[in-house]
């Protein structure tokens, strides 16, 4: 997700600061297609950055540990990517979006040998993350800065185990990639047994979310969705990580995971999912929408 933002600095300007002789990066600032990236230090980890456009929080990256993963939807999908196959086996995977390649790197670390796909429509951003944040030259990691849905329809078919789409232009997840139809292309390059994650942004009173699942229901029959429990009662605006797949999901796991991690949180399955869906409608080329803006505050 992003927002609007004012720079604080100009395009490729990094800032120093010198403490007791120790000389600590702070903030790069630069002008990407998607308006103004920043790369801030973590001062807790040495060569670890949080990766910001426009004042949102869009991806943590600790070159030393790539299994490290900050943020809590994406720990998720990091628990999701683990329970795909058995321990150390290598995946095909295709990234929607890539921020700073976090999940691409973490897949990279826990499954050598892996191959993967990264669509990244704005080709500045990919070429800041790659200069200052290189990904290891030994990952099999292949990167196109085109659109999310035209990359996705150059994927072969029954190419990919896993599908992850993190996609977000001014904060909004685009329309293109909210249908029937986009999911349809989805389901198209995963193998019979892939799976298909998605991070959702919403908040009261969640029609996005609702549709989203209504929408991924026509498509795979296998459901399951992670979430802050104060998002899925619609308290505040946040993520969500939707799962889908055509065969059953290791749901049991998958919730025990998530509500032991840091920030703990809650997975819907089955009727649960079902009754927190409510009807909703799903979502065609023709009548789609961008997800909704997230609240001044989103990001405080």
Do not use: C
């Amino acid at each position: 997700m992003a927002r609007r933002g004012a720079s604080s600095g100009g395009a490729g300007a990094r800032k120093r600061a010198d403490r007791k002789g120790d000389r600590k990066p702070d903030t790069l600032s630069e002008k990407v297609d998607g308006g103004l990236a920043e790369l801030i230090p973590d001062r807790e980890r040495p060569r670890a950055w949080t990766l910001t456009l426009d004042g949102a929080p869009q991806s943590h990256v600790d070159l030393d540990d790539p299994s490290h993963l900050s943020f809590a939807y994406q720990r998720r999908i990091g628990h999701i990517t683990d329970l795909a196959a058995p321990a150390g086996q290598p995946l095909h995977v295709v990234h929607l979006g890539g921020g700073a390649f976090t999940l691409a790197r973490y897949v990279a670390a826990t499954r050598p040998r892996s191959t993967q796909q990264i669509v990244e429509l704005d080709a500045a951003l990919v070429q800041l993350v790659r200069r200052e944040l290189p990904l290891d030259p030994q990952a099999r990691i292949r990167v196109r800065s085109t659109d999310a849905r035209a990359g996705l329809g150059k994927i072969p078919d029954d190419w990919a185990d896993l599908v992850i789409a993190d996609v977000f232009s001014g904060a909004r997840t685009p329309a293109h990639l909210t249908s029937a139809e986009f999911l349809t292309d989805v389901r198209r390059v995963l193998k019979p047994a892939g799976q298909y994650v998605a991070n959702l942004a919403d908040g009261p009173p969640l029609a996005h979310l609702r549709g989203q699942i209504a929408t991924a229901a026509t498509v795979f029959p296998e459901l399951a969705l992670a979430a802050d429990p104060a998002v899925l009662r619609g308290r505040r605006f946040g993520n969500a990580v939707l799962l889908a797949s055509a065969l059953p999901l290791k749901v049991a796991e998958l919730t025990r995971r998530v509500a032991t991690d840091p920030h703990p949180g809650r997975v819907e399955h089955g009727k649960e999912l079902a009754d927190f869906t409510g009807g909703a409608a799903a979502v065609s080329d023709a009548d789609a929408r961008p997800s909704p803006a997230p609240p001044p505050s989103a990001f405080e």
